[in-house]
């Protein structure tokens, strides 16, 4: 009874956690949206998908740094209390929320691993001088794309091969070798998992942001810049992919719309604005560990009032 109590106290810690600040990032998002779109996209890219990250890890953190220690310490194991409902029902609600997560981020890699299987058959390795094994391939492959999360990837269809001049090629596989070192193949599986209503838009902004964020790190001259329009313009011809290709980032996967804005972008391309040189890491480095001091010092007291406060979820 002890440990199963422990447990529905600890799941509707999380949920309630999780939950709250879901909405509150569902509210507030925008603000901070509009507070880095002046940066580097790549920051706005990054930004966007912390903020989407945040119920999540501040759910974990409370429960596991905080929730967990505080039953553990101060709850006495003699007395035998029932599982007050309100623990019971947040607690099978705290569970639903993880087994949704990560049922949907499951179905994502396993729609995922079948459309690889099918687009790798006969594929041919290249040499090339890319940081990442480059792949031409047949059949229905999209035209250009980063796979993989532990073994990460480049494909490119013959048809690509045949429509992209030299420059428009090596353009378009900087745009997929960008994506591939930013690891954003492993964020798209995260937010499989966090699923919550009313995010959808944070999600597409997040998308929005990384793909332009590639652009930007693909193009160093408006030579390139004009070249990758190029090769997005031709590609673009030979369709998008389906939904089974949620978790693999493509040159040409996203809405025809954001297309044509990239490529808006990229023909009036001038480099890197002149604000957006500021490096934000230190500060959320500085903020963390600011975070973590005072957890440290203050971690008794905490525990104490983690415990005050759950104490009535047994009741």
Same mark, same amino acid.
């Given at each position: 009874?002890?440990?199963?109590?422990?447990?529905?106290i600890?799941?509707?810690?999380?949920?309630?956690?999780?939950?709250?600040?879901?909405?509150i990032?569902?509210?507030?998002?925008?603000?901070?949206?509009?507070?880095?779109?002046?940066?580097?996209?790549?920051?706005?890219?990054?930004?966007?998908?912390?903020?989407?990250?945040?119920?999540?890890?501040?759910?974990?953190?409370?429960?596991?740094?905080?929730?967990v220690?505080?039953?553990?310490?101060?709850?006495?194991?003699?007395?035998?209390?029932?599982?007050?409902?309100?623990?019971?029902?947040?607690?099978l609600?705290g569970?639903v929320?993880? @087994? +949704?997560?990560? !049922?949907? $981020? =499951?179905q994502? #890699?396993? /729609?995922?691993?079948?459309?690889l *299987?099918?687009?790798?058959?006969?594929?041919?390795?290249?040499?090339?001088?890319?940081?990442?094994?480059?792949?031409?391939?047949?059949?229905?492959?999209?035209p250009?794309?980063?796979?993989?999360?532990?073994?990460?990837?480049?494909?490119?269809?013959?048809?690509?091969?045949?429509?992209?001049?030299?420059?428009?090629?090596?353009?378009?596989?900087?745009?997929e070798?960008?994506?591939?070192r930013?690891?954003?193949?492993?964020?798209?599986?995260?937010?499989?998992?966090?699923?919550?209503?009313?995010?959808?838009?944070?999600?597409?902004?997040?998308?929005?942001?990384?793909?332009?964020?590639?652009?930007?790190?693909?193009?160093?001259?408006?030579?390139? @810049? +004009?070249?990758? !329009?190029? $090769? =997005?313009?031709? #590609?673009? /011809?030979?369709?998008?992919?389906? *939904?089974?290709?949620e978790?693999?980032?493509?040159?040409?996967?996203?809405?025809?719309?954001?297309?044509?804005?990239?490529?808006?972008?990229?023909?009036?391309?001038s480099?890197p604005?002149?604000?957006?040189?500021?490096?934000?890491?230190?500060?959320?480095?500085?903020?963390?560990?600011?975070?973590?001091?005072?957890?440290?010092?203050?971690?008794?007291?905490?525990?104490?009032?983690?415990?005050?406060?759950?104490?009535w979820?047994?009741?």
């Amino acid at each position: 009874m002890f440990a199963l109590r422990g447990l529905a106290i600890s799941l509707s810690v999380f949920v309630t956690v999780y939950c709250a600040l879901s909405l509150i990032v569902s509210l507030t998002w925008r603000k901070v949206y509009f507070r880095f779109r002046h940066q580097q996209v790549r920051y706005l890219a990054d930004a966007v998908f912390a903020l989407r990250m945040l119920p999540l890890a501040a759910a974990f953190f409370v429960t596991i740094v905080l929730a967990v220690p505080s039953f553990l310490w101060l709850e006495p194991r003699t007395i035998e209390e029932p599982i007050g409902g309100l623990s019971l029902s947040l607690g099978l609600a705290g569970l639903v929320v993880l @087994a +949704l997560g990560a !049922a949907n $981020a =499951l179905q994502s #890699l396993f /729609r995922a691993s079948q459309s690889l *299987s099918v687009w790798t058959t006969d594929a041919e390795l290249i040499d090339t001088v890319a940081p990442f094994p480059v792949l031409r391939t047949a059949g229905a492959a999209p035209p250009m794309t980063a796979i993989g999360i532990i073994r990460p990837r480049i494909l490119f269809s013959r048809a690509a091969e045949f429509l992209l001049n030299a420059n428009e090629f090596q353009s378009a596989l900087n745009h997929e070798i960008a994506h591939l070192r930013r690891r954003d193949n492993l964020k798209k599986l995260l937010l499989r998992f966090v699923l919550f209503p009313g995010m959808r838009e944070v999600e597409v902004a997040w998308l929005e942001a990384t793909e332009m964020a590639a652009d930007d790190a693909a193009v160093s001259n408006i030579g390139e @810049a +004009l070249d990758l !329009a190029a $090769a =997005l313009i031709k #590609l673009c /011809r030979l369709g998008t992919m389906g *939904s089974s290709a949620e978790l693999i980032i493509s040159l040409v996967h996203s809405p025809l719309s954001l297309v044509n804005e990239r490529v808006e972008r990229l023909i009036h391309w001038s480099g890197p604005r002149p604000c957006a040189q500021r490096n934000f890491q230190p500060y959320a480095l500085g903020l963390g560990l600011a975070l973590l001091a005072t957890v440290g010092f203050n971690y008794t007291q905490l525990l104490m009032g983690v415990h005050v406060a759950t104490e009535w979820l047994v009741r």
